[in-house]
């Protein structure tokens, strides 16, 4: 075989992927990607403590989202099945699709920034950081600061993520040029010291429900889920996701070096501070709706790059769709692995997560930004 055919890079890895990496395969794949999360947000409403037909579950869903009846208008507008889907389910699985692509975005995105495949909210101690902050409103209150308190758990779940995120930006500066190892080893010392000062303020805080509340962020769920918390985490995923990709370029630049960066006239280092801020943010909403979800971020964005590549052009819209299935049918086995119980989201998040890193790990050999 001709060697420039052999390590074109299109063709890094076997050449039966060869043909996701061109615009009609990503085409391809984002299409069978969006009707997968489409049926899948259909199904998932039908799975819980009381089984409901996913046919039925579909016809009420059209119903009441395009007014289309088909069947009984009755047995659509009305009755338990319709209250089970539509105002708790539904907008249950809608919450789980947008922290899935939201988790999914500020991995990839991170990733990119600190050039490190380990690098994602959960990794860097910005989830940590969000959970302390909103641990810290929960059990010691801000009746005392006015207006500040009237802004609810999510500003200071933002406060706790980007102050997280400086905390680690700053250490890894100390010393010397920043560099991902150094990123990474930061993150782990602020996520050990945010995790040991949110754990000493349950400790001393004498308030049984609040720090029921705080188990609650801890372990990660989406039962407290429901229709008013859906539009300020659907709006800054959604915002966020937009605007990254319309920023693939300067992303496909950092792959490349900030010596690269600087040829094309790119200020890498003020782009990955504007980035870490915007991913706090993001983690930060995420956080005060549904607590800490982990491996999310650092698992989807590396069986994604490995089927459509590198270029932040096709990862990124594959990697939230991804993300979004993927945290769709956590929820579904979060509910129904166990009768009669439903666990957080975490745990599975994590029992799946962390043995298909290890695999690739050990098996694959994965590199960032190519192939085994």
Request: with cysteine; net charge positive.
């Given at each position: 075989?001709?060697s420039?055919?052999?390590?074109?890079?299109?063709q890094t890895?076997?050449?039966?992927?060869a043909?996701?990496?061109?615009?009609?395969?990503?085409?391809?794949?984002?299409?069978?990607?969006?009707?997968?999360?489409?049926?899948s947000?259909?199904?998932?409403?039908?799975f819980?403590?009381?089984?409901?037909p996913?046919?039925?579950?579909?016809r009420?869903?059209?119903y009441?989202m395009?007014?289309i009846?088909?069947?009984?208008?009755?047995?659509?507008?009305?009755?338990?099945?319709?209250?089970?889907?539509?105002?708790?389910?539904f907008?249950?699985?809608l919450?789980?699709m947008?922290?899935?692509?939201?988790?999914t975005?500020?991995?990839?995105?991170?990733?990119?920034?600190?050039?490190n495949?380990?690098?994602d909210?959960?990794?860097?101690?910005?989830?940590?950081?969000?959970?302390l902050?909103?641990t810290?409103?929960?059990?010691?209150?801000?009746?005392?600061?006015?207006?500040?308190?009237?802004?609810?758990?999510?500003?200071?779940a933002?406060?706790?993520a980007v102050?997280?995120?400086?905390?680690?930006?700053i250490?890894a500066?100390?010393?010397g040029?920043?560099?991902?190892?150094?990123?990474?080893?930061?993150g782990?010392?602020?996520?050990?010291?945010?995790?040991?000062?949110?754990?000493?303020?349950?400790?001393?805080?004498n308030n049984?429900?609040?720090?029921?509340?705080?188990?609650f962020?801890?372990?990660?769920?989406?039962?407290?889920?429901?229709?008013s918390?859906?539009?300020?985490?659907?709006?800054?995923?959604l915002?966020a996701?937009?605007f990254f990709?319309?920023?693939?370029?300067?992303?496909?630049?950092?792959?490349?070096?900030?010596?690269?960066?600087?040829?094309?006239?790119?200020?890498?280092s003020?782009?990955?501070?504007?980035?870490?801020?915007?991913?706090?943010?993001v983690?930060?909403v995420?956080?005060?709706?549904?607590?800490?979800?982990?491996?999310?971020?650092?698992?989807?964005?590396?069986?994604?790059?490995?089927?459509?590549?590198?270029?932040?052009?096709?990862?990124?819209?594959a990697?939230?769709?991804?993300?979004?299935?993927?945290?769709?049918w956590?929820?579904v086995?979060?509910?129904t692995?166990?009768?009669?119980?439903?666990l957080?989201?975490?745990?599975?998040?994590?029992?799946i997560?962390?043995?298909?890193?290890?695999?690739m790990?050990?098996?694959?050999?994965y590199?960032f930004?190519?192939?085994s």
């Amino acid at each position: 075989m001709d060697s420039s055919i052999a390590h074109s890079p299109r063709q890094t890895g076997d050449l039966k992927h060869a043909f996701l990496y061109t615009r009609k395969g990503f085409w391809l794949i984002t299409g069978v990607l969006l009707a997968v999360l489409l049926l899948s947000i259909g199904a998932a409403v039908s799975f819980g403590q009381v089984e409901i037909p996913i046919s039925q579950s579909y016809r009420i869903l059209l119903y009441h989202m395009t007014g289309i009846q088909i069947g009984d208008v009755q047995e659509l507008s009305s009755g338990s099945f319709v209250d089970i889907i539509w105002k708790i389910r539904f907008p249950r699985v809608l919450m789980a699709m947008l922290i899935g692509m939201g988790l999914t975005l500020c991995g990839t995105i991170m990733q990119a920034a600190v050039q490190n495949p380990l690098a994602d909210p959960y990794i860097l101690g910005i989830s940590s950081g969000a959970s302390l902050g909103a641990t810290f409103a929960i059990l010691v209150g801000f009746g005392s600061l006015g207006v500040l308190a009237q802004t609810g758990i999510a500003f200071w779940a933002f406060a706790g993520a980007v102050g997280a995120s400086l905390l680690v930006m700053i250490l890894a500066s100390a010393g010397g040029k920043m560099t991902s190892v150094k990123l990474v080893l930061s993150g782990m010392v602020i996520n050990a010291l945010c995790t040991a000062f949110a754990n000493f303020i349950v400790y001393l805080a004498n308030n049984a429900e609040g720090i029921k509340t705080v188990t609650f962020w801890t372990m990660g769920s989406l039962a407290a889920s429901g229709w008013s918390k859906l539009p300020l985490v659907a709006v800054f995923t959604l915002g966020a996701s937009l605007f990254f990709m319309l920023q693939s370029r300067i992303l496909n630049t950092m792959l490349l070096g900030d010596e690269a960066a600087v040829t094309l006239g790119i200020n890498l280092s003020a782009c990955r501070r504007w980035y870490m801020v915007l991913t706090a943010l993001v983690t930060g909403v995420m956080v005060s709706a549904c607590g800490m979800i982990g491996f999310v971020g650092l698992i989807i964005p590396h069986v994604v790059r490995g089927m459509v590549g590198s270029d932040h052009r096709r990862l990124l819209p594959a990697a939230v769709l991804s993300g979004a299935i993927f945290l769709v049918w956590a929820d579904v086995l979060a509910r129904t692995i166990v009768p009669n119980v439903e666990l957080p989201i975490g745990i599975i998040t994590a029992l799946i997560g962390a043995p298909l890193f290890m695999y690739m790990l050990v098996k694959k050999g994965y590199a960032f930004g190519g192939k085994s």
